[in-house]
């Protein structure tokens, strides 16, 4: 769970939405209007706190809160 609040604290850094608002739902660009950049800066943000490397690929798939979160539980058991 700290995991999660950390993520979304990071999330919160490139939208106008608090992360106690935020549910797995939400889209980045949709929902919280993040641009590619955003997106990017994002992902970098993410290998480095969480010390994972996302694949480019797997990255791109993603479109909800919910599944970058599954994505970065993956990474960080392997």
Do not use: H, W
């Not at 993410?46 to 479109?63: G, I, K, N, R, S």
């Not at 970058?68 to 539980?73: C, F, G, H, S």
């Amino acid at each position: 769970m700290k995991q999660e609040m950390q993520f979304k604290t990071i999330v919160a850094q490139y939208c106008e939405v608090k992360p106690e608002e935020m549910t797995n739902e939400m889209r980045f660009r949709e929902d919280l209007g993040f641009s590619s950049l955003d997106f990017m800066s994002f992902l970098g943000e993410l290998e480095d706190t969480f010390d994972v490397e996302l694949e480019e690929e797997d990255a791109l798939q993603v479109v909800t809160i919910g599944e970058a979160l599954e994505l970065l539980d993956r990474l960080v058991e392997e």
